[in-house]
Every structure is written in structure tokens, then in C-alpha cells.
């Protein structure tokens, strides 16, 4: 029996996993945006979000979150983690028992501070969750180019029987049981784009890029082993993959607010013309509250989140960063 998908959220990156899963299973996508969906349905592309790419015929899409919900085998959420609670709650009401939901949302509850997979344990109780994250930028997958992934669950009897699911050709799509440490390398490398993006949107060189996505790395590990998750898997697809294409690539929205920052605009202005969510802006707060709580020193952490609070700006950090005090690279005080 082929597994029916119902995939929440019309964005650039919900609608790329909804193309690749309709090779593999029937598929019906969710937006809110009655725009998306006649474009979706009726020129076979995502006007909005992934402008002059075809979509596969195959894909159909709809306004109807109960028609979505309520025949699928496994849910999607490509929803942003604003809104993303609120669906869930919508689509609480749909659901059958013990249906796998599985998150695309590389962010943090602003307000409990939850993973999303977390949401959808409170939300949903009894379903299995996992999430589906890695170096994966839309665009390029969309164009046909090769890209790996990781679909991560605890259970290893339900991840090996979703995984066929999600890999198709070119994107392939590993397993990993290490649930909490897949979805924080995700969340976390958000952060460290922006910090990467500021210093090349203020001229600093290859050295200084290497230089703080390895410190940012090292910082990135220690709270998620903090936290519950493996080592190895921050050196993974999830950590380190993801961590430098998010870092390196012009398609990457955290790296652009930051270049931006690093010219001097102020973080309203960049926000305000972007269509689409930089989700490490969003959770950089709850972060630097996550290394509080597990008292962490995270400085590359904690000066994203002050300029992008506003408190300080990309040039005054960057001028700290190189002042500030050096120790041991494995064991930072």
C-alpha cells in the first residue's frame, strides 16, 4: 500500500519536499495563501515563493487543511515556528490515531522556547514525530541538483519505513535516531549564518568566514550535547553539512540578513523586505536563554542576538570579537 502525504505549509521549502514526495506517494499540499494554491494547481508552479520552476503535474494543492489532514497516512509540517502551533491545533482536529508527523521547521517556540518537534508531542500526543533537515537549499533541489538529507525519528523500525518515502534520485535521505540532535543542528546553525553574513557584508576575508563557522560549530555542539543529543551527529549532515551551506550559499535567507546587518542596515528594514522567514533572527532570544540555562558561553551566539536586537551594531561586534580574550580551542572557558 503506497502511504498518502499530507504536507502543511506553502513556502519555498514545503513546497520542494512536496515535489520530491509525489515521486514516491501521493501528495496534497496545504497553504493558506489561495494564490499559492491556484498557482500550484494551475501553472504548476509556486509563483510566490520559487518563481519560474516547474512543479511536478502531480502535485495538487489546496485551501482544505481537513481534506489534507484527514486522509493522510503521514503529515508534514512546512509551516514557519510562529504559526507553527497554531496549525497543529487546526489540524488536531483532523488527524487519525498514531499517524507520524513529521517537522521541516528549523526554529524554536519564541515563547516556551520548544522544539517544534516538542509542539507537536503536546499537541498531538501518541503520534510519532520526527523531522526531516540537512544542507537543503530549495532552489537547487528544485533545479535537479544533488543534495543529501536526513530524515530523523527515535524509533529506527518507523524511520527505515518513512525514509523511502522522502528519497528520490538525487536527493538522498538518510536515517539518524538522534532526534534532538538533528533538529537543534538545524535551529542553531540559523544563527551562525548571521554572524557569518555580517562579516562578509562588512569585507572580511575566507579566513575570518572559516574561523568563525568552526568556533560556531564548537559552539553549537556543546549546547546540543548539553542538551541530550550525540556529538557525532553535529558533525553530521544536520550540524556541520547544513551548518555550511547555510553559511556559504547567496540562496541562504540567515546569511543574507546578516550581510545585510554588516552593512549597516537596521534588522526591521531587512526583515520588512524579505517574503520570506530567516528563522534565526526569531531564535536567537531563546537560544542565548538555552545557554543561560545550561551556563554555556555561546559569544558568537550572544553577538548575533545583539544585533539583531538591536542592542549593538555588526561593526562594533565584529572590532569585540577580534579583542577578545583566546584560551585552549577544545576547552573554552
Not at 32 to 41: A, F
Not at 189 to 216: E, F, H, P, Y
Not at 293 to 302: C, G, Q, T, V, W
Request: net charge neutral; glycine share 12%; aromatic share 4%.
Amino acid at each position: 500500500m503506497r502511504l498518502k502525504v499530507g504536507l502543511l505549509g506553502g513556502g519555498s521549502w514545503g513546497t520542494t519536499v512536496a515535489s520530491v514526495v509525489s515521486r514516491n506517494a501521493p501528495i496534497t499540499l496545504w497553504a493558506r495563501d489561495t494564490e499559492t494554491v491556484e498557482s500550484i494547481n494551475g501553472a504548476s508552479e509556486n509563483r510566490k515563493y520559487l518563481p519560474g520552476i516547474k512543479l511536478p503535474a502531480a502535485l495538487r494543492a489546496t485551501n482544505d487543511m481537513a481534506e489534507v489532514v484527514a486522509g493522510a497516512d503521514v503529515l508534514v509540517m512546512g509551516v514557519p515556528s510562529h504559526s507553527f502551533r497554531g496549525v497543529l491545533e487546526e489540524a488536531r482536529n483532523h488527524l487519525r490515531p498514531w499517524v507520524p508527523v513529521i517537522s521541516l521547521t528549523k526554529g524554536l517556540e519564541l515563547a516556551s522556547g520548544k522544539r517544534m518537534t516538542e509542539l507537536i508531542e503536546e499537541i498531538l500526543p501518541g503520534h510519532p514525530v520526527g523531522v526531516l533537515t540537512g544542507p537543503n537549499l530549495a532552489r537547487e533541489i528544485m533545479t535537479g541538483q544533488a543534495a543529501a538529507s536526513v530524515l530523523s525519528m527515535e524509533d529506527e523500525i518507523v524511520v527505515r519505513a518513512l525514509q523511502p518515502v522522502f528519497h528520490s534520485g538525487l536527493f538522498r535521505v538518510y536515517t539518524n535516531t538522534d532526534l534532538l540532535g538533528c533538529e537543534l543542528g538545524g535551529v542553531l546553525k540559523n544563527i551562525i549564518a548571521i554572524a557569518v553574513g555580517m562579516g562578509d557584508g562588512l569585507g572580511a576575508g575566507d579566513n575570518t568566514r572559516a574561523g568563525l563557522m568552526t568556533r560556531g560549530l564548537a559552539e553549537i555542539t556543546r549546547l546540543g550535547v548539553a542538551m541530550g543529543g550525540r556529538p557525532e551527529t553535529f558533525a553530521g549532515l544536520t550540524g556541520m553539512g547544513d551548518l555550511i551551506a547555510t553559511c556559504t550559499s547567496p540562496l541562504s535567507r540567515n546569511r543574507h540578513v546578516g550581510v545585510e546587518l554588516g552593512k549597516g542596515r537596521h534588522i526591521d528594514e531587512i526583515i520588512a523586505g524579505m517574503n520570506m522567514v530567516a528563522e534565526g533572527v526569531k531564535s536567537a532570544p531563546t537560544v542565548m536563554a538555552l545557554a543561560d540555562k545550561y551556563d554555556l558561553a555561546m559569544p558568537i551566539a550572544r553577538d548575533v542576538f545583539d544585533v539583531t536586537q538591536g542592542k549593538r551594531d555588526a561593526r562594533e561586534v565584529f572590532r569585540g570579537l577580534l579583542k577578545s580574550s583566546v584560551g585552549d580551542e577544545a576547552h573554552p572557558g
